[in-house]
């Protein structure tokens, strides 16, 4: 036997028997060898007691390398399994993963594991890391995987998917388990870790599938790391739309009415139409003619767009009306402003026309994606089309992009950057078949970003099917990259919808169409804005600006009522607490529903008709004259709450 391993570098180190990947990690070095977590063998993640026995490519993972983690966690969720199962011998197994967020393990039992239980577990996984147990890989037959999983209906599912008589399998005591790709040698080498969250979960991600509980950790090779982590998760907590949401009263969603179709509460209707009269209101005043379009739509119209062929697993099935006309739920508005703009003759004169729309969608969103407000099915998007002659296109751009900028500015964001996406050259069969027309929508993309002086970076494959686009990506609070706002340049639809306007010649000529979505949908929108503030939502924002508490029901409700009154009237949303409760827990109460303003009236400010005002997040107690507070709160919502006002 003779074979050579080629090492990253490009060496080659010849041998003449086997060896395990341990073995060859000590054969470059003594410290490599003790260092080795696993190894990549002609690109497969192999453990370190793997045999090389032939011609390979091998690169040995440390624990400085990012796939060190996945093992490392791998493990940890393979230990897990094996302290759960002795624990309560009933439990079944669904699927385990391993990533850069942690690891899970579903699990099925009578009685659920409860998160109280957590700690036990946790307890069980250090006795076995400290006694360094050996976990063992082996090649178990199929069939005898089968008679040991016969009562598990999960693991049999699975073990029908792995190929072969026989299964790659890992050993701990008398727990066995598959579907890893490499784990660690023994326990012992399970640094740092945490036992983190206990949530429900469909068997393979489908609805109609059993749901089974996810047991989520995580696990470092140092401790540093892994506190660093727990406090980001902390954060994560605190700053998690669906938490706040929850807490503050603002929305829920109830999977047994309707799984990713959210109920907006009073509070978090009142933000979401403030923030729809803004955008509104801000789009008129910018050349826009807002339009009302209904939800269906012939399904021939999503045929001629595209949509269909593209995007038909993200859209509902049709519905058959009985009578050959067959309707589907809307998963874009562009077919919609096409009708609008073809329902008249339309001239070069009327052009740039701006057609915009809150417009509700849907999309047949799988149940495990579904989160908040973050992916649902139904959605309303901020939504616009400009029709355009092809010298108007660069001004169009240059206008929608200074829009854009407006709102990020009245809405405080400011941590974003711009991405221009293209279609991939290499694999243009998902993207409209017209090399002309991509070459000059992006030439006229790119030069309108240069000639804006604008930084960005450049995207091979993220393009729409149909056109280029600028998107502009934001960091939400809790550290992820996402698409706010977006500009798409469209030369396809216009001329499969036959789209025309009379030039100055007199001539039939054709447009050229311009999407852009400025804060895309309120779902969204309001899921990124809840976590940006924490749910202390700035004065213009808040769903309710002041609470009014007053010292003395009997004495002073009626004072309280009659600046209550003057604020609606103002056009202000303020409340009075009249609860029979303490003064000090009324309080406390408006604090933590993060009203912006807390009024506490008795009998001084009653008689000077003033009021003691206590601004969220600060122990601040400022007497004021109920006229000069009216004049603070009035600068404070027309300056949009910007700290600089």
């Given at each position: 036997?003779?074979?050579?391993?080629?090492?990253?570098?490009?060496?080659?180190?010849?041998?003449?028997?086997?060896?395990?990947?341990?073995?060859?990690?000590?054969?470059?070095?003594?410290?490599?060898?003790?260092?080795?977590?696993?190894?990549?063998?002609?690109?497969?993640?192999?453990?370190?007691?793997?045999?090389?026995?032939?011609?390979?490519?091998?690169?040995?993972?440390?624990?400085?390398?990012?796939?060190?983690?996945?093992?490392?966690?791998?493990?940890?969720?393979?230990?897990?399994?094996?302290?759960?199962?002795?624990?309560?011998?009933?439990?079944?197994?669904?699927?385990?993963?391993?990533?850069?967020?942690?690891?899970?393990?579903?699990?099925?039992?009578?009685?659920?594991?409860?998160?109280?239980?957590?700690?036990?577990?946790?307890?069980?996984?250090?006795?076995?890391?400290?006694?360094?147990?050996?976990?063992?890989?082996?090649?178990?037959?199929?069939?005898?995987?089968?008679?040991?999983?016969?009562?598990?209906?999960?693991?049999?599912?699975?073990?029908?998917?792995?190929?072969?008589?026989?299964?790659?399998?890992?050993?701990?005591?008398?727990?066995?388990?598959?579907?890893?790709?490499?784990?660690?040698?023994?326990?012992?080498?399970?640094?740092?870790?945490?036992?983190?969250?206990?949530?429900?979960a469909y068997w393979m991600g489908k609805s109609s599938n059993p749901m089974l509980q996810r047991?989520?950790?995580?696990?470092?090779?140092?401790?540093?790391?892994?506190?660093?982590?727990?406090?980001?998760?902390?954060?994560?907590?605190?700053?998690?739309?669906?938490?706040?949401?929850?807490?503050?009263?603002?929305?829920?969603?109830?999977?047994?009415?309707?799984?990713?179709?959210?109920?907006?509460?009073?509070?978090?209707?009142?933000?979401?139409?403030?923030?729809?009269?803004?955008?509104?209101?801000?789009?008129?005043?910018?050349?826009?003619?807002?339009?009302?379009?209904?939800?269906?739509?012939?399904?021939?119209?999503?045929?001629?767009?595209?949509?269909?062929?593209?995007?038909?697993?993200?859209?509902?099935?049709?519905?058959?009306?009985?009578?050959?006309?067959?309707?589907?739920?809307?998963?874009?508005?562009?077919?919609?402003?096409?009708?609008?703009?073809?329902?008249?003759?339309?001239?070069?004169?009327?052009?740039?026309?701006?057609?915009?729309?809150?417009?509700?969608?849907?999309?047949?969103?799988?149940?495990?994606?579904?989160?908040?407000?973050?992916?649902?099915?139904?959605?309303?998007?901020?939504?616009?089309?400009?029709?355009?002659?092809?010298?108007?296109?660069?001004?169009?751009?240059?206008?929608?992009?200074?829009?854009?900028?407006?709102?990020?500015?009245?809405?405080?964001?400011?941590?974003?950057?711009?991405?221009?996406?293209?279609?991939?050259?290499?694999?243009?069969?998902?993207?409209?078949?017209?090399?002309?027309?991509?070459?000059?929508?992006?030439?006229?993309?790119?030069?309108?970003?240069?000639?804006?002086?604008?930084?960005?970076?450049?995207?091979?494959?993220?393009?729409?099917?149909?056109?280029?686009?600028?998107?502009?990506?934001?960091?939400?609070?809790?550290?992820?990259?996402?698409?706010?706002?977006?500009?798409?340049?469209?030369?396809?639809?216009?001329?499969?919808?036959?789209?025309?306007?009379?030039?100055?010649?007199?001539?039939?000529?054709?447009?050229?169409?311009?999407?852009?979505?400025?804060?895309?949908?309120?779902?969204?929108?309001?899921?990124?804005?809840?976590?940006?503030?924490?749910?202390?939502?700035?004065?213009?924002?808040?769903?309710?600006?002041?609470?009014?508490?007053?010292?003395?029901?009997?004495?002073?409700?009626?004072?309280?009522?009659?600046?209550?009154?003057?604020?609606?009237?103002?056009g202000f949303r303020a409340e009075a607490d009249l609860r029979n409760e303490k003064l000090g827990?009324?309080?406390?109460?408006?604090?933590?529903?993060?009203?912006?303003?807390?009024?506490?009236?008795?009998?001084?400010?009653?008689?000077?008709?003033?009021?003691?005002?206590?601004?969220?997040?600060?122990?601040?107690?400022?007497?004021?004259?109920?006229?000069?507070?009216?004049?603070?709160?009035?600068?404070?919502?027309?300056?949009?709450?910007?700290?600089?006002?």
């Open positions: 036997m003779s074979f050579s391993i080629t090492l990253p570098d490009g060496s080659k180190r010849d041998f003449d028997k086997a060896l395990t990947v341990g073995d060859l990690a000590h054969n470059i070095a003594t410290s490599l060898g003790k260092a080795a977590v696993a190894a990549k063998v002609d690109g497969q993640l192999e453990p370190v007691d793997y045999q090389l026995n032939k011609n390979a490519k091998v690169a040995i993972i440390t624990n400085k390398d990012d796939e060190a983690l996945n093992v490392l966690r791998a493990t940890a969720a393979f230990l897990f399994e094996a302290v759960a199962k002795k624990a309560y011998p009933e439990l079944h197994f669904g699927e385990h993963a391993a990533d850069k967020d942690g690891f899970y393990v579903d699990t099925d039992k009578t009685n659920q594991i409860k998160i109280s239980e957590l700690p036990q577990l946790e307890k069980a996984m250090k006795k076995s890391i400290k006694n360094g147990e050996k976990i063992e890989h082996v090649q178990v037959a199929k069939s005898d995987l089968e008679a040991e999983f016969k009562d598990d209906p999960y693991k049999g599912a699975l073990l029908k998917n792995e190929k072969g008589d026989t299964v790659d399998a890992y050993k701990l005591g008398d727990f066995t388990d598959f579907g890893f790709d490499a784990l660690l040698p023994n326990t012992g080498k399970i640094k740092y870790f945490k036992l983190l969250t206990v949530a429900g047991i989520s950790g995580t696990a470092f090779f140092k401790e540093s790391a892994l506190k660093a982590d727990l406090k980001r998760r902390d954060e994560i907590k605190e700053r998690d739309h669906r938490t706040i949401g929850r807490d503050l009263d603002l929305f829920f969603v109830d999977p047994k009415v309707g799984a990713g179709l959210p109920y907006w509460m009073p509070k978090g209707a009142t933000i979401r139409r403030v923030i729809e009269r803004y955008i509104i209101d801000k789009e008129v005043a910018d050349g826009y003619q807002h339009v009302y379009t209904p939800v269906l739509m012939n399904l021939n119209a999503y045929k001629t767009s595209g949509h269909w062929a593209h995007y038909r697993d993200d859209m509902f099935p049709p519905m058959d009306m009985g009578d050959g006309e067959m309707l589907e739920l809307r998963p874009m508005n562009c077919p919609s402003h096409i009708e609008i703009y073809k329902h008249h003759i339309r001239s070069y004169r009327e052009l740039p026309i701006r057609i915009a729309e809150l417009g509700m969608m849907h999309r047949y969103e799988k149940s495990g994606a579904l989160s908040g407000l973050q992916r649902v099915r139904e959605m309303t998007l901020n939504d616009g089309h400009t029709f355009v002659a092809l010298d108007q296109v660069q001004d169009e751009f240059a206008k929608i992009l200074k829009l854009i900028m407006d709102v990020y500015k009245d809405f405080d964001i400011t941590d974003y950057y711009f991405r221009l996406s293209y279609r991939d050259p290499k694999n243009t069969q998902k993207y409209f078949s017209n090399d002309e027309m991509w070459e000059k929508s992006q030439k006229m993309l790119k030069g309108a970003m240069d000639d804006l002086g604008l930084d960005y970076v450049e995207a091979e494959g993220e393009a729409a099917f149909y056109g280029p686009k600028l998107d502009i990506q934001t960091k939400t609070a809790l550290g992820n990259d996402e698409t706010m706002s977006t500009i798409q340049l469209d030369f396809m639809l216009p001329e499969k919808f036959n789209l025309t306007y009379v030039g100055k010649d007199g001539e039939e000529h054709r447009p050229v169409m311009i999407h852009r979505g400025i804060v895309g949908t309120m779902e969204r929108f309001v899921a990124y804005l809840t976590e940006i503030y924490k749910g202390a939502f700035p004065t213009w924002l808040a769903p309710i600006q002041v609470e009014v508490i007053p010292v003395n029901l009997d004495a002073h409700s009626d004072y309280a009522k009659k600046v209550r009154d003057e604020l609606n009237k103002r827990y009324k309080i406390r109460e408006s604090q933590t529903q993060k009203i912006p303003y807390t009024l506490v009236l008795g009998d001084k400010e009653m008689k000077a008709n003033s009021v003691n005002v206590r601004p969220y997040g600060t122990d601040d107690e400022i007497a004021k004259s109920l006229d000069d507070f009216i004049k603070e709160i009035d600068k404070d919502v027309n300056s949009y709450s910007r700290k600089n006002k």
